[in-house]
């Protein structure tokens, strides 16, 4: 496209890349004021739209297409967290039976339309690949043109370009102008932090280019962000569990090679003397102060040898209490729940159904049941079933809330020289149930059974976070250079006796009009500066 001073820019540029004179058809002919936006630079996505990959990137680099991306993805984190993701549903249950019996229809809705896993669901994670895809497009179909464009930026620019911006005014040129006011104006701009251009009787004023950059910065910003987000993906960068551990037994920390160990769950209450005034308890209230266990990290150190039997060395001790979690490495364990006084352990006796007599004592463990009791060396019991949390489901048959032992049940087997059959019972809390088809021989006394602390630990690890904080900082940063300063430039420039006064900013005229108006007036020189619209555009 070539301009009437001769330069030929390339296509699809609105302003004459030498003299600013609009060169495109459509901004020529409108006498609002010049559209500044990217300096009236050719972009790829609009001067070519022929291969494939050219309509790809036209897609991608849509700002609007960007939008309606970033818009379902809030739409559909919103809907993500109506119900709880699978990974924190409260009890146990699989996800295809829980969400229909919590939440009824909405919940099997919910489940059958994937928002139970919805941030690690595939569709999901190619959104917001596309919309990082989308920024960097974006970004790059800008930011080149116009890096470009505010580089090569001359002083003189054609009457037609002072003209159509949104300040401007002329002035007659003094005898006087040329000696001393053009000089007494840059040194007033100069004052007020402007970098200064000559080129003979033309000037340009420029301050806070930087701020041009804002968005894009903010740009980099998310696109860190979006990678920290999607780098939770790769195994072992992230983890967010949850244990129970009772006092002195030992677990493995999920999908680690690291095991923890309870030494002792303890709760702590205030004393009435604690408080400075009556809070309105009533007797016997308790307010728990502090939650505590003493945990010890243990490192496996045969966790890279399948098979192999645990090889445990201690990496680290350290109380956990609310807020202050064990922090060791990249892993971190939280305080989050608490059973005091749990079932453990069922002391139980085997007695003869007739006389009372009792055969032997035998000790079931409810977080490990052996699959068979010797009593002597002619009774033993088989535990055929075991159900930790006893329920009958919607079609009466028995099965378990949960795998805790909150409610627990058995289908046990006595075998004996009488019955080498065995004699089946259903043992309860408290009470057993003889199969109705056999005349059982022996029956169960119920001692008091063993009871445990147990706490619950929020298993943390994200390796990704460092880099979303900073990710984030860069996105303020952009912000911050965006909002907070606005990229001005004053153009004074003579044309036989004429002195053409224009200045364009990317936001608050307001405050550049009053610059320019302060200015003049400084150097005694009256004008009144015309603000012709709000049509120019900048960005």
């Not at 296509?11 to 600013?20: H, I, K």
């Not at 006011?181 to 340009?204: M, N, P, S």
């Not at 903010?218 to 983890?239: C, D, E, S």
């Not at 090889?311 to 202050?324: C, F």
Request: proline share 5%.
């Amino acid at each position: 496209m070539k301009c009437e001073c001769g330069h030929v820019s390339p296509v699809g540029t609105a302003l004459c890349e030498a003299c600013g004179n609009p060169i495109s058809e459509e901004v020529a002919k409108d006498s609002a004021p010049i559209d500044m936006r990217y300096e009236g630079v050719a972009r790829r996505s609009q001067t070519y739209n022929r291969t494939v990959i050219d309509k790809i990137w036209n897609f991608f680099s849509s700002v609007k297409i960007a939008v309606y991306m970033i818009i379902v993805a809030l739409l559909a984190s919103i809907l993500g967290t109506v119900f709880p993701q699978e990974m924190y549903i409260p009890v146990p249950r699989p996800a295809r039976f829980y969400y229909e019996e919590a939440y009824g229809l909405a919940g099997k809705i919910y489940y059958m339309l994937g928002f139970h896993n919805l941030y690690t669901s595939w569709w999901y994670v190619l959104l917001l690949l596309a919309i990082g895809i989308s920024l960097v497009v974006c970004s790059i179909d800008r930011v080149i043109p116009l890096y470009k464009a505010l580089n090569k930026q001359r002083v003189k620019h054609s009457v037609n370009f002072l003209t159509r911006q949104r300040l401007m005014t002329t002035l007659e040129a003094t005898q006087d102008w040329e000696a001393s006011k053009l000089g007494e104006l840059e040194t007033l701009l100069k004052k007020r932090r402007y970098r200064i251009r000559r080129d003979g009787q033309a000037l340009l004023a420029e301050k806070y280019r930087f701020s041009r950059w804002g968005p894009y910065v903010n740009h980099i910003g998310l696109i860190i962000f979006l990678i920290a987000v999607l780098m939770r993906l790769i195994p072992g960068w992230h983890l967010d569990e949850y244990i129970w551990v009772r006092d002195g037994e030992t677990r493995q920390v999920p999908d680690t090679e690291f095991y923890v160990k309870n030494e002792a769950f303890t709760v702590e209450y205030y004393q009435e003397d604690e408080f400075p005034e009556d809070i309105g308890l009533s007797e016997g209230d308790l307010i728990v102060k502090e939650y505590r266990t003493k945990a010890i990290l243990y490192e496996n150190l045969n966790a890279e040898l399948a098979g192999a039997e645990p090889d445990l060395k201690e990496v680290h001790r350290h109380d956990i209490i609310v807020n202050h979690p064990l922090h060791y490495k990249d892993l971190m364990l939280f305080q989050s729940g608490q059973k005091p006084n749990s079932l453990s352990a069922l002391n139980m006796s085997l007695v003869k159904e007739k006389t009372g007599e009792q055969v032997g004592a035998f000790k079931i463990d409810l977080y490990e049941p052996e699959d068979v009791y010797v009593i002597d060396d002619q009774v033993k019991i088989e535990v055929l079933k075991y159900y930790p949390d006893f329920e009958l489901d919607k079609n009466k048959q028995p099965s378990t809330k949960t795998p805790n032992p909150e409610n627990p049940a058995f289908i046990l087997n006595v075998i004996s020289p009488e019955n080498p059959k065995g004699e089946k019972s259903w043992l309860f809390l408290g009470s057993y149930i003889p199969a109705p088809e056999t005349e059982n021989l022996y029956g169960f006394q119920f001692g008091m059974p063993d009871l445990t602390n147990i706490t619950g630990l929020m298993v943390r690890k994200d390796k990704s976070l460092p880099y979303i904080y900073f990710g984030f900082s860069i996105t303020m940063i952009g912000l911050v250079m965006g909002f907070y300063w606005q990229h001005r430039r004053i153009w004074i420039q003579t044309e036989g006796s004429t002195v053409y006064y224009a200045g364009h900013t990317n936001k608050n005229w307001f405050g550049l009009k009053k610059e320019m108006e302060d200015v003049m007036k400084r150097a005694d020189l009256a004008i009144e500066l015309e603000d012709q619209g709000k049509g120019g555009k900048s960005s």
